[in-house]
């Protein structure tokens, strides 16, 4: 908080829009990882 000189209610805000995109972007990416394995395991 200090170095970006923001406040508590900034920061809070701020690490609930990072843990909802790592959430997200892992569940999609894992999503997609399965179904492009299950292709390819199907091909070979």
């Given at each position: 908080m200090y170095m970006l000189d923001i406040g508590w209610w900034q920061a809070?805000?701020?690490?609930?829009?990072?843990?909802?995109?790592?959430?997200?972007y892992s569940v999609v990416f894992n999503w997609v990882y399965?179904?492009?394995?299950?292709?390819?395991?199907?091909s070979g």
């Open positions: 809070f805000v701020m690490d609930i829009g990072m843990t909802l995109f790592v959430l997200v399965d179904h492009l394995r299950l292709r390819w395991v199907k």
